[in-house]
């Protein structure tokens, strides 16, 4: 019984068509498996092409010593071993404490940044749930510094940030009379806070899109029953957004780690080639390492150790956030 | 399924489309990765009727050397058949581009660099070598003034550039602000500089103008101000030597002109876009230490009449002006990629640009001092300001250091001047040590031999 029945629609279906069916339908079969790989295959073959070979080459230079009398010809420079790497890490002497130091800045930076961005966003997001005139152009004006060029974007504060006639000075001294006199923000110590500043302002709206997303997931109802239960605002967004929104926020603040670590941009356009010391991120400083001195090996040495340090870092995050979350749902 | 819908195969017909649309996309890809960067070899001729040309930008835009350039390709075309697509790099980027270039091999054919980054390009021997068989190519090596010729690559070995065009710095003074203070003649010495300096600022504009943020140009001053004290940033074996007694002092001696003196306002600690050129030619700063700067102000509307121009300040006392080195020399070379797959035809266009006719046309438009001699000696380049670039380019500028290590040394010194501008900005003391302690962090930063 169960053998025709498994087999009657089957046969009914191929009636028609005798004894090319079985084969037409296997390399029917074959082509419906086959298809969505070969719609891939350009998406992989960029991805082998821009992200994964770079990246073995980069591995392979910091093996090597690649100075300006190599460039030109890539495999006559001689292997260092991991001579790259003891100079990059050798912490008593001036180019791994320099690294160190940038390191530190980076990583003062990326827990501040990012820990701004979320905070705004997630308070942006949570206020804005409600319905009220002009949300919907409050939403896309915050919107913006997530759509603007970054150049664009960047450029304008470093007008805004120019001693002489920024605005920021003009704000601060001249209207305000905050500051004694006018303050430098592109160098010197100030500048942490202006690189903060920016960095900030560029990535909070995203925080917000991605929050407000998660909010849209949360029952209303949840939030009548603990009004009628008697729970206060602040009790509702500790007891119902936060814990809803986990998810969504683990893996929002994974992204604005990697890329605030990362950035290059920011720092690049504003401060250019050579960052002041207080504001001097990995990212521009292993650039000054390869590019501006001309040995990439040990700027191949030190993008391998960044690599690795995000690596582990990220890995650590995801075992730690999802064990929490597999206690949690237990 | 033998009766498909006819929707549903216009759409299995379109996927199939689709699917082998994406295959050839990445065969192509694959096979354009595969194809490039192909480094070997040293030239050829294999494209004879076209070239590809690296300016640099030597005018007020990169508009404005667009305009200077194409009737001069078009003259080349004219008389060669090649047809020249010129680029012009912004300063930015143009190193960055010709390291990547070389790197990848994939370059122009010609390119302009700066002259004293010819050492530093020539030991990657991305660029052509200009030996006596070239050089005859172009009519000589003794077309070209000596001073121009230091400055082509490293002592002993085949230069890796010709020179193009030549700038020397000068003192730019706003003869207005000048004769409101009371103030009869440009100073000669930094003494003097300081001197006129208080008179200038009590009439409430500022003195002098720098690019604090600007490494190359801080590089620029510092050479000087060092040859200055007889001082040396490169032992004679080219080891760096940053510490040494002279070049403190002379570190000193100009972050001290923001420092101690007061001459250069704070704000231009963070000036990296020639502000203090639009400082200057805007009428709110009296003084510019610039090289070649006539066609630049011309651009941003002050009239040649309005500004005196005299040679770059020296220490005061013996040996004095004239003999004291008071610039570098400066100037753009022309080079030929070794590359190159029109060999003949950049050698031809490199005759060309170097040409008298084409010497005296350039190096007026871009307010430079042709490097070639027949062409130096014309009228045109005998005006009074043309006269002091002329005088300071044969008597008393040095070639920057011709070696290897000088991309490196203009970042490692340059930042530890940037680095110190910022700290005499934000009122911080800069002092022997503070000056000392920066070099050294700068030298060891320079490769290790």
């Avoid at chain 2, 003192?171 to 000669?188: T, W």
């Amino acid at each position: 019984m169960t053998t025709t029945s498994l087999k009657e629609p089957l046969r009914g279906s191929s009636s028609g068509a005798a004894a090319r069916e079985p084969r037409r339908r296997r390399t029917g079969r074959i082509r419906r498996i086959g298809l969505p790989y070969l719609l891939l295959l350009p998406a992989l073959l960029l991805e082998l092409l821009v992200h994964l070979v770079p990246m073995v080459i980069g591995i392979v230079m910091s093996f090597k010593e690649l100075t300006q009398f190599y460039i030109r010809d890539w495999g006559t420079a001689p292997w260092s071993g991991l001579g790259n790497y003891k100079v990059s890490v050798d912490f008593d002497a001036p180019v791994g404490q320099a690294l160190l130091h940038s390191f530190y800045v980076t990583v003062g930076f990326t827990l501040l940044s990012v820990g701004l961005c979320w905070l705004i966003g997630t308070a942006a997001a949570v206020y804005m749930q409600d319905t009220f005139r002009g949300r919907g152009l409050l939403r896309a004006l915050f919107l913006v510094p997530y759509a603007l060029p970054v150049y664009t974007a960047v450029i304008t504060w470093v007008f805004m940030f120019q001693h002489d006639n920024g605005l920021v000075n003009h704000v601060l001294h001249d209207q305000l009379h905050l500051t004694g006199k006018p303050s430098f923000w592109l160098i010197g110590d100030n500048s942490f806070y202006a690189l903060l500043t920016v960095s900030v302002w560029k990535g909070w709206p995203f925080a917000f899109l991605i929050v407000m997303a998660g909010l849209q997931n949360i029952p209303r109802e949840l939030y009548e029953a603990a009004a009628l239960d008697g729970a206060g605002m602040w009790q509702q967004i500790r007891r119902i957004t936060l814990p809803s929104l986990r998810p969504v926020n683990q893996v929002l603040v994974l992204v604005l780690f990697l890329w605030t670590f990362n950035d290059f941009n920011t720092p690049f356009v504003l401060f250019g080639k050579a960052a002041p010391e207080a504001a001097d991120l990995i990212s521009v400083h292993i650039y000054q390492a390869s590019f501006v001195t001309w040995n990439f090996g040990t700027g191949s040495a030190m993008s391998v150790l960044l690599l690795l340090f995000l690596l582990v870092v990220t890995g650590v995050y995801l075992v730690l956030t999802s064990r929490g979350r597999r206690s949690a749902d237990v | 399924m033998s009766a498909i819908p006819e929707g549903t195969r216009e759409t299995m017909r379109s996927i199939r489309a689709a699917a082998i649309g994406a295959v050839t996309m990445s065969l192509a890809l694959a096979a354009s990765a595969c194809g490039g960067g192909s480094s070997s070899g040293g030239g050829s001729n294999d494209s004879p009727k076209t070239l590809t040309y690296w300016a640099s930008n030597q005018g007020a835009s990169i508009a404005v050397d667009k305009k200077v350039l194409q009737p001069e390709l078009d003259k080349f075309e004219k008389q060669t058949g090649i047809k020249v697509k010129v680029e012009v790099v912004p300063w930015s980027d143009l190193l960055n581009r010709i390291l990547t270039a070389t790197t990848s091999g994939q370059g122009p054919d010609v390119l302009n660099i700066g002259n004293t980054w010819s050492a530093s390009l020539q030991a990657t021997g991305a660029l052509l070598p200009w030996d006596a068989k070239n050089f005859a190519k172009i009519g000589g090596k003794d077309r070209f003034v000596d001073s121009a010729l230091g400055s082509t690559g490293a002592e002993g070995k085949d230069p890796a550039a010709v020179p193009l065009y030549s700038m020397a710095y000068a003192l730019y003074y706003n003869k207005e602000i000048f004769a409101d203070a009371g103030i009869s003649k440009p100073p000669a010495t930094w003494d003097e500089l300081v001197a006129d300096g208080k008179k200038i600022k009590a009439k409430g504009k500022s003195p002098l103008g720098a690019e604090g943020s600007s490494l190359a140009e801080n590089i620029h001053h510092v050479f000087v101000f060092a040859k200055q004290h007889g001082a040396d940033f490169f032992t004679a074996d080219g080891k760096p030597d940053f510490t040494n007694d002279g070049v403190v002092t002379a570190v000193k001696q100009y972050v001290d002109l923001m420092a101690k003196d007061k001459v250069i306002p704070t704000g231009n600690a963070e000036y990296a876009q020639n502000q203090s050129v639009s400082d200057f030619a805007k009428g709110k700063q009296a003084m510019l230490l610039w090289q070649s700067a006539a066609s630049n102000l011309k651009s941003q509307g002050m009239s040649d009449s309005s500004y005196g121009i005299a040679p770059v300040p020296v220490q005061s006392g013996t040996p004095g002006t004239g003999t004291q080195v008071n610039s570098m020399v400066a100037g753009i070379n022309l080079a030929v990629f070794k590359n190159t797959d029109n060999l003949d035809g950049a050698t031809k266009f490199v005759k060309f640009m170097t040409g008298d006719a084409e010497q005296k046309v350039l190096n007026t438009a871009y307010s430079s001092i042709p490097p070639v001699k027949a062409a130096q000696t014309d009228s045109t380049f005998n005006s009074p300001s043309n006269a002091v670039l002329k005088d300071t380019l044969a008597k008393s500028a040095a070639a920057l250091p011709q070696v290897a290590d000088e991309s490196q040394f203009e970042t490692a010194v340059g930042t530890a001047v940037k680095d110190l501008f910022a700290d005499a900005a934000a009122g911080r003391a800069v002092t022997t040590d503070s000056v000392k302690a920066k070099l050294e962090k700068a030298q060891q930063q320079m490769p290790a031999k």
